[in-house]
C-alpha cells in the first residue's frame, strides 16, 4: 500500500461535505489545529489532529507541515483554458473606454479568438493547454474545468475536447470538459443564430456526445448572442441527449439566465453580475450552483455580482477564474480570494468553501473530492502560512507551496 502522512499543520482546513453547502452552511468549513492526513493508495483514510492520526500510520513518507495552513485542493470550476493567439488590443480598447460587447459586435471578442483556434494544430493546443494547467497547479488547483466553445465548427470543437481529454491523463490537473458550442455565432452563420443552433443540435452534439469527450454543455445567453430561447432549446436537446448543464448567465445584461438555469435543472449558473431578485430566489430554491467568476468583472471594470444577497438568500456559491483570452486573462486564485473578501463581502470561510467544496458540486463531483475528509480523492494544498485568513491578506502573493493529486506530491 502506498502512503503519505501530513503532520503538524498549523490549520488543516477540511471543506467537509458531500454536496454544496448553501447559505450560512457555507462558513462551515472545520479547522483542526496541529492536524494531520494520512493517505491510502491515493485516497484520504484518516483527518484528526495530529496526536491522533500519527501513531496510526506505521512507517511510512512524511511531510511535516508545521507553520503551514493545508486545505482541499482548489477547484477551478468554470475555464477557457485551450485557444491560440491572444488579445491585448482589446484590452487596451477597453482601458480607453471600449465595452467588450461593442468590441465583439464589430467583430472581436470571441471571434478574434476562433481564427487562431481554428488554425492551430492539436500538438498546439495541447502544448499551449499544458503550459496553462501547469500555471494553474502552482496556485494549487488540482481540478480544472474547461470549455470548447473557440472553433464554432464540428472540426475545431470536437477538437478542442479531444485536447482537454488527453491532457487530463497525461498531467496532474484533472481536467473535466464543457461543449461550448453556443459560445458565440461564427461569421458564417451571421444573422442565422437559430440556423446555428439547430447546427449544433442536428450535427455537433450528437458527435460530442458519441465520442465522450464532455460532460457539459454550456451556452453563452447574452442579449445578441444567444436568447432564453435558444439557450432552452439547446440545453434542453443537450439534456435529452445525457448531458449536465451549465449556462452563462445574466453577465452584461438581466435576461433571466439564472431563471432558466434553475428550470433546467442546471449543475451551474455561470457569472450572474446582473441576476435581479428573481434570478437569485430561483437560484437559491433549485440545486444549481451559482458560480461566480469576479476576476471576470474586475478585468471587465463591470460591477461584481452581489454574492452577498445570494448566501444570504440561501444560494450555494462558488467562485471560479473564467480564465480566457478575452474579459478575464488571468488564472490567479490570491487575486479571486482578494476580491471576494474584500469586494464581494464574503469571508475568508465563505471563499474556502467556494473554491474547494462548491467547485467541485458545481462539477458534479462533490462525493469524490472539494474536501480533506476519509475516503475521499487525496487532492491537497499546503500553503506557506499559518492560517487561512492570511489568503486574502498576504494580497495578490501566491502562498502555495506543495499540491499532493490522488495522494502523490506532484508540486
Ligand atoms: O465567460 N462571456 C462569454 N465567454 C467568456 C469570454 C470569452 C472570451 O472573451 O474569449 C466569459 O467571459
Ligand atoms: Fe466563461
Sequence with gaps: MEKLLLTHASELVTASGR???RGREMREIGV???????????????????????????????????????????????????FAGHRAEEFSWRLQG?????????????????????????????????????????????????????????????????????????????????????HAVPEE????????VEFMIRQVLPRVKEQGIARFCDVFCEKSVFSVEQSRRLLTAAREMGFALKLHADEM?????????????????????????????????????????PA??????????????????????????DYNPGSCYTNSVPLLFALCCLYM?????????ALTLNGAAALGLADRIGSIEPGKQADIAVIDCPSRHYLP??????????????????L
Excluded: W
Design 393 to 410: 491578506y498576504h494580497t495578490g502573493v501566491n502562498l502555495v507551496e506543495r499540491v499532493i493529486k490522488k495522494g502523490k506530491i506532484v
Design 296 to 321: 471576470t468583472a474586475f478585468c471587465l471594470r463591470e460591477p461584481y455580482a452581489d454574492a452577498r444577497r445570494m448566501i444570504d438568500s440561501g444560494c450555494a456559491v462558488a467562485v471560479a477564474s
Design 253 to 293: 445584461v438581466t435576461l433571466g439566465g439564472a431563471s432558466l438555469a434553475a428550470e433546467l435543472g442546471a449543475v451551474s449558473a455561470d457569472h450572474l453580475l446582473h441576476a435581479d431578485e428573481r434570478g437569485i430566489r430561483d437560484l437559491a430554491q433549485s440545486g444549481t450552483v451559482a458560480t461566480l467568476l
Design 98 to 182: 471600449e465595452s467588450y460587447m461593442s468590441i465583439m459586435e464589430r467583430g472581436g471578442g470571441i471571434g478574434a479568438t476562433v481564427g487562431p483556434t481554428r488554425a492551430a494544430s492539436e500538438e498546439e493546443l495541447e502544448r499551449e493547454g499544458a503550459k496553462r494547467l501547469a500555471s494553474m497547479l502552482r496556485f494549487g488547483v488540482t481540478t480544472a474545468e474547461g470549455k470548447s466553445g473557440y472553433g464554432l465548427d464540428l472540426d475545431t470543437e470536437l477538437r478542442q475536447l479531444a485536447v482537454m481529454e488527453r491532457l487530463s491523463g497525461s498531467q496532474p490537473v484533472e481536467v473535466v470538459s464543457t461543449f461550448l458550442g453556443a
Design 19 to 21: 454536496r454544496a453547502l
Design 32 to 82: 483542526i489545529p496541529d492536524g494531520a492526513v494520512l493517505i491510502e493508495d491515493g485516497l484520504i483514510a484518516a483527518v484528526g489532529p495530529t496526536e491522533r492520526i500519527a501513531p496510526l500510520a506505521g512507517q511510512c513518507e512524511t511531510l511535516d507541515c508545521s507553520g503551514r495552513t493545508v486545505l482541499p485542493g482548489f477547484v477551478d470550476s468554470h475555464t477557457h483554458f485551450i
Design 345 to 353: 463581502h464574503m469571508s475568508v470561510e465563505e471563499t474556502i468553501t
Design 189 to 196: 452563420y451571421k444573422g442565422r443564430t437559430d440556423e446555428y
